[in-house]
Nanobody, 126 residues
Framework: QVQLVESGGGLVQPGGSLRLSCATS????????IGWFRQAPGKEREGVSC???????????YYADSVKGRFTISRDNAKNTVYLQMNSLKPEDTAVYYC????????????????WGQGTQVTVSS
């Protein structure tokens, strides 16, 4: 049974940092693309950062323009966990953050992802 569980969200001041974790189980992480998506109140869900499946794309990463240079996605296949390090956080980063998985994937398109976690809230506010 495929499962993804996010953690690490919380309240942080502007300019601060958070590291989100996506603990996975039920599949071989290396064969799946993992994406981080977010949804702010009143807005559509958007792709933040994605890491392609290694067998197809050698771990290529994607970042939305709004987070380039501030966010970093990484994998620890031994721990079956994917991380999103978020630095220099801004109030506009406030959203529910979801991780998702796509078998042998290489995109950061929401509709391509088959498995989703329950989300973790990130609030950036002074």
């Amino acid at each position: 049974q495929v499962q993804l569980v996010e953690s690490g969200g919380g309240l942080v001041q502007p300019g601060g940092s958070l590291r989100l974790s996506c603990a996975t189980s039920g599949f071989t992480l290396d064969h799946y693309a993992i994406g981080w998506f977010r949804q702010a109140p009143g807005k559509e869900r958007e792709g933040v950062s994605c890491s392609s499946a290694s067998p197809t794309s050698r771990g290529r990463t994607y970042y939305a323009d709004s987070v380039k240079g501030r966010f970093t996605i990484s994998r620890d296949n031994a721990k079956n966990t994917v991380y999103l390090q978020m630095n220099s956080l801004k109030p506009e980063d406030t959203a529910v953050y979801y991780c998702a998985a796509e078998v042998l994937g290489s995109s950061c398109t929401e509709s391509d992802y088959d498995y989703w976690g329950q989300g973790t809230q990130v609030t950036v506010s002074s």
